[in-house]
């Protein structure tokens, strides 16, 4: 089984250079002011214009107005838009018609009854990220280091492509995949050594460790 890697909330020119070099097959890029690794779209349009053809350059939003959307895309060219908030089915529908780029949702597992949720958005999404719920007192969605029973996702099939994300590290990234046979890892907080400071060593071990598998 071959598994790709999505290396998240990128701040900084090495850092892309570090994901890219390293194989990762997709880049994120955050657009949401409470995250540490937010940017701005003139921080960003600099940092995703020097991705490599053939990475694929997604923006993190979290409930984002259509002029928050407007500014991103006016400066910087995303391939995928990953919606990260409590966007309806109806929302994710309207940004991929008002914007022509393709959508993934996040589905924030705490438990099995949490994946209910996803079916509602098979027919508006075209991607699925499976992410650990974060504790009610988080500020932030994501990259809060926390990882789900991957077991969950073990026994299930998905009509659209799906990532995992939560908690995901160098050392826990095989099991993960393994587990939950994820096709495609995200991971943030975990190739970091302090909250938006991407160590560029944790990056090349986890993408070594993708790798393998």
């Not at 107005?65 to 910087?76: G, P």
């Not at 990882?147 to 939560?166: E, H, I, K, N, Y």
């Not at 590290?169 to 939950?180: F, G, Y």
């Not at 096709?183 to 090349?204: C, F, H, Y």
């Amino acid at each position: 089984m071959s598994v790709a890697a999505k290396i998240c909330g990128l701040l900084t020119p090495e850092a892309v250079a570090a994901a890219t070099a390293g194989g990762a097959r997709f880049v994120g890029f955050v657009f949401f002011p409470p995250s540490p690794r937010n940017l701005s779209p003139a921080q960003a349009a600099p940092l995703i214009r020097g991705v490599p053809a053939g990475v694929t350059r997604v923006g993190v939003f979290v409930d984002p107005d259509d002029d928050l959307l407007k500014r991103v895309l006016a400066a910087a060219p995303l391939d995928l838009i990953q919606l990260h908030g409590e966007e309806t089915p109806d929302r994710v529908a309207q940004i991929k018609q008002r914007f022509g780029k393709p959508t993934m949702k996040a589905i924030k597992i705490a438990g099995e009854s949490d994946l209910a949720a996803a079916p509602r958005y098979y027919e508006v999404a075209d991607w699925l990220m499976f992410d650990a719920r974060p504790p009610k007192d988080a500020t932030r969605p994501g990259g809060n280091a926390l990882a789900f029973d991957w077991q969950l996702l073990r026994a299930r099939t998905w009509p659209l492509p799906w990532m995992l994300s939560g908690g995901l590290t160098a050392v826990n990234v095989a099991d993960a995949a393994r587990v939950s046979r994820a096709t495609v890892v995200d991971v943030s907080s975990g190739v970091e050594s302090a909250p938006g400071v991407k160590d560029l060593a944790k990056i090349r071990a986890f993408l070594a460790a993708v790798g393998t598998l």
